[in-house]
């Protein structure tokens, strides 16, 4: 999970706080694809919790609008940017069938599947401080965990986190750990320099010339970080 600039909000979100009466069941399709748009365009193209890849160009088949803040739990912030994320389906598309299968739900699909009272979560990646990438590690094994030295009500909000969003599923962890081995291996073949570690740390934070980060950047800007600090 990494910190999100918010942009400018889109034209329809100020015309629909605007309408009397306005519900999000009643936003059209032309309004969500704006917002889509928006957001894949400000998250360079990563799904707001698990960093997986949004297909582009952004559509209802790619990516959903989430609401940070639960509509049910804060109606006040149903039209508000800043509560509006882009994320990705979470397995939606997956045949229904009990328990079993919705182990394989991750990010809003699987938070909105818990009781009311368990989907609410703190670290909002659009709202600082704090820097929601800071708060975050992840192991050789693409396991995410709470960073080190947190406070215990912080490092309480960031466990709450990634089990209310499953954020380590399988596939989940086997994508970061692919992202973290592949640094690895060449830090094998080629015993790393800290120039080249902080060329590999840009390559990862910053968009391409299309506006895009690599997915699960996240995973592999704390483990360059940390074999910075190891290399002095």
Known sequence: MRRIEKAREPASLA??????????????????????????????GLCAYCMSPLPGPPSAEGMKIEHFETRALS???????????????????????????RKRYHCDTYRGHLPREEQR???????????????FSYTNQGEMRPAEGLEPAMRASVEAQIE?????????RRNRRDVIGALRSQF??????????????TLASTPDGAGLLPPYCQAAAYYLEKKLRQLG
């Open 164 to 172: 209310r969003l499953n954020l380590n599923i399988a596939r989940l």
């Open 188 to 201: 094998q073949k080629k015993a790393p320099r800290a120039a080249r570690v902080k060329e590999l740390l």
């Open 15 to 44: 015309d629909l706080r605007g309408t009397p009466g306005a519900a999000w069941s009643s936003v059209h399709g032309t309004q969500r694809q704006q917002m889509r748009e928006h957001a894949f365009k400000e998250q360079h």
């Open 121 to 135: 979560i703190e670290l909002n990646p659009a709202a600082f401080p704090p820097d929601v990438g800071s708060m």
């Open 75 to 101: 109606p006040e912030l149903v039209f508000d940017w800043d509560n509006l994320l882009g994320v990705c389906l979470g397995d939606v598309g997956i045949r229904e069938g009990g328990g079993e299968h």
